[in-house]
T-cell receptor
Framework: AQKITQTQPGMFVQEKEAVTLDCTYD???????LFWYKQPSSGEMIFLIY??????QNATEGRYSLNFQKARKSANLVISASQLGDSAMYFC??????????FGAGTQVVVTP | GAVVSQHPSRVICKSGTSVKIECRSL??????MFWYRQFPKQSLMLMAT?????????EQGVEKDKFLINHASLTLSTLTVTSAHPEDSSFYIC????????????FGQGTRLTVV
């Protein structure tokens, strides 16, 4: 079983600034995948970024980067140059058995002008 | 990217009636799909794993007779909320994976169920 912890229920960030969303995980699986999803108010789940446990480098996808610290079991998401459209709920998730995800509690991000 | 379509997006039903939600993988075959439930401002909680051609696997605390899951084909899974009550009102969302480790799960648009 896996457990995902997101300790920040909500964050305000000013437009064009960077923001870091915390995520720690607990798993006994030797190999695992960590994901970040964005959920705007419409409810859809938008895939942002993926980090494999054996990946040597931190994942990056455009303005999103993942600060993966395996020894600390953390996988923080960094959003650079925040935009108003980044306002949403952000979920960290771990993939267990094939396709089965365990989600953290989420962090509500509000980007202000 | 792969698309998962969920229908309906919103439904309002009377207490005591049943509601069926469909989840379709449009451009890939999904032998396994997943159903989640999400209360307002909370996380997604896995309800069950839908297996094509066999019985669904339910998470602890989820009533299988309340939430009927059918996965009759490689592209369609349905969730039926039987004898719905106001406490069943929630956001239900399905997902499917292409089956490769480390690949993203593709989510449907979600269904907002309101039981009155």
């Amino acid at each position: 079983a896996q457990k995902i912890t997101q300790t920040q229920p909500g964050m305000f960030v000013q437009e064009k600034e960077a923001v870091t969303l915390d995520c720690t995980y607990d798993t006994s699986d030797p190999s695992y995948g960590l994901f970040w999803y964005k959920q705007p108010s419409s409810g859809e789940m938008i895939f942002l970024i993926y980090q494999g446990s054996y990946d040597q480098q931190n994942a990056t996808e455009g303005r999103y980067s993942l600060n993966f610290q395996k020894a600390r079991k953390s996988a923080n998401l960094v959003i650079s140059a925040s935009q108003l459209g980044d306002s949403a709920m952000y979920f960290c998730a771990a993939e267990g058995s094939w396709g089965k995800f365990q989600f953290g509690a989420g962090t509500q991000v509000v980007v202000t002008p | 990217g792969a698309v998962v379509s969920q229908h309906p997006s919103r439904v309002i039903c009377k207490s005591g009636t049943s509601v069926k939600i469909e989840c379709r993988s449009l451009d890939f075959q999904a032998t396994t799909m997943f159903w989640y439930r999400q209360f307002p401002k909370q996380s997604l909680m896995l309800m069950a794993t839908s297996n094509e051609g066999s019985k669904a696997t339910y998470e602890q605390g989820v009533e299988k007779d309340k939430f009927l899951i059918n996965h009759a084909s490689l592209t369609l899974s349905t969730l039926t909320v039987t004898s719905a009550h106001p406490e069943d009102s929630s956001f239900y969302i399905c997902s499917a994976s292409k089956g490769q480790v480390g690949t993203e799960a593709f989510f449907g648009q979600g269904t907002r169920l309101t039981v009155v």
